[in-house]
């Protein structure tokens, strides 16, 4: 076997451009950290969105009633059709908004709108032991930890609680589903039963 290779990195890059520079060097580089989708080296709208948690707390609540009042619509046109244009729309939104990976179950409204699969680890359950005495994350040092915001978006939100509810583990079949729509199913499904059984 061969020397391994080493590659200059060349300057220190910045934000997420810094794994990316890393796996080239042929340094080890945690398997979720893909230098494709993790371009990003503004953090400017994912923290407006945890700054203004209370108000999207208000929003999210009103467009999933929304959702949920055109169910029958949904249901017209069967869930699974419009899957694809509903999923397109929310990966733009909710990827503008909170860097969102569509892992498909949306804990948003438990985590003071910072979505945790932004964390390097892709922890769900609160920070690791590695969060830096400025509140950065120990993977991307100038990334703000997304669970110290986590934390402080859930500060101002009306059912901000929500975050010591303990998370499932990542439903991998879920990625790259709607959560809109599957929430929408099951609140659908859950009034119909409640329906019946009043009947
Ligand atoms: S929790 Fe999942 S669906 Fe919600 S914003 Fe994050 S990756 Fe997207």
Known sequence: ????????????????AAPAAKAKTGAFTPSGVSPNRRARRSYTIRLWAVKNSRFLEWFYRNFAS?????????????????????????RNVKGLLFDCRMCGQCVLSSTGMSCPMNCPKQLRNGPCGGVRANGNCEVEPDMPCVWVQAWNG???????????KVQKPVNQS????SSWLRVTAEAAAEREKNTAKEA
């Open 1 to 16: 076997m061969g020397e391994p290779v080493l590659v200059d990195p060349g300057p220190p890059k910045k934000g997420n």
């Open 154 to 164: 859930s500060r101002n939100m009306v059912a901000g609680d929500a975050i010591l």
């Open 66 to 90: 929304a959702f949920l009042f055109l169910h029958p619509v949904w249901k017209k046109l069967g869930y699974n059709r419009v899957e694809t244009p509903v999923t397109f729309v929310e």
């Open 174 to 177: 879920l990625r790259e589903t």
